[in-house]
């Protein structure tokens, strides 16, 4: 099992960058595909990128593709996504999220609480 929390949330202009970060807990963290997922209120939550075990291997919504990137970093227990030319459109919840999967856009297994991004026109 492992426990996620995210941080790095905020408000920003369009046109701005953020960087969230999700810490977990666990000595296995290498062995879960993670991911970032958002929602915005009265939608279903959304895929935005995934990692493979490894950090090798990526995987983006079209909606962010080329603005976001997705790392990991299994010394420390953590992932981040570095989000750039922010639109308002991505103002939504972001979730981080892993999997017992390699790599997946869906069916994760454990969620973290989720960090309020805001992005002002």
């Known amino acids: 099992q492992v426990q996620l929390v995210e941080s790095g949330g905020g408000l920003v202009p369009a046109g701005g960058s953020l960087t969230l970060s999700c810490a977990a807990s666990?000595?296995?963290?290498?062995?879960?595909?993670l991911g970032w997922f958002r929602q915005v209120p009265g939608k279903e939550r959304e895929f935005v990128a995934a990692?493979?075990?490894?950090?090798?291997?990526?995987l983006y919504a079209d909606s962010v593709k080329g603005r976001f990137t997705i790392s990991r970093d299994n010394a420390k227990n953590t992932m981040y996504l570095q989000m750039n030319s922010l639109k308002p459109e991505d103002t939504a919840v972001y979730y981080c999220?892993?999997?017992?999967?390699?790599?997946?856009?869906?069916?994760?297994?454990?969620w973290g609480q989720g960090t309020q991004v805001t992005v002002s026109s």
């Open positions: 990692i493979s075990t490894s950090g090798a291997g990526t």
């Open positions: 999220a892993a999997t017992y999967k390699f790599l997946a856009t869906k069916d994760y297994d454990y």
């Open positions: 666990g000595r296995t963290f290498s062995l879960y595909g």
